[in-house]
């Protein structure tokens, strides 16, 4: 991992889980990361899953040999809301960058290339603009958007995008 301000501590994939369902019950302000194998925040030659407790100042990781694409599913929905992975009628149009990032992650998934992408919140580990958004698109090339405001169109069809992928 990337040097950071919070210790990581190790958990198995199940604990991970059950601490983010706490945090979300507290309204804990919390987020996580999905985290493959040649992603530039990870420099292990396993998938992480790292949650992140902003409240507290705590971070976890779970490292896996599979994509823990089922735990970032349900991870999504606890942070983003049942809903984000449904399509919505009368979305706001999303910003130019995040329209880019779309149409780079349907042509990747056209060619089934493999991509993530990485919302780092104003507090996370991984952000060094911190009190901004940063949006981090990894594939055939990186696109990073910066905002002020939580870039929230379209992230509903990146999610979709993102879990739409072949394993």
């Not at 049942?82 to 779309?102: C, F, H, Y």
Request: aromatic share 8%; with cysteine; charged share 30%.
């Amino acid at each position: 991992m990337q040097k950071t301000s919070r210790l990581m501590q190790k958990v198995s994939a199940r604990e991970l889980m059950r601490k983010a369902g706490e945090m979300a019950k507290l309204a804990k302000s919390w987020h996580y990361h999905e985290l493959s194998p040649g992603c530039r925040f990870n420099d292990r030659k396993l998938n992480a899953l790292v949650l992140e407790n902003e409240t507290d100042r705590q971070c976890f990781v779970s490292y896996s040999e599979e994509r823990p694409l089922e735990e970032g599913k349900m991870l999504v929905r606890l942070l983003h809301g049942e809903t984000i992975l449904e399509v919505k009628a009368g979305a706001s149009p999303p910003s130019k960058e995040m329209q880019d990032i779309l149409e780079r992650a349907r042509a990747l998934n056209g060619k089934q290339k493999p991509w993530e992408h990485h919302l780092l919140f104003p507090e996370c580990i991984f952000n060094t603009h911190k009190g901004g958004w940063v949006l981090v698109f990894e594939g055939d090339e990186t696109i990073e958007s910066i905002t002020r405001e939580k870039p929230s169109a379209g992230l509903d069809e990146l999610e979709r995008l993102f879990y739409a992928q072949k394993k």
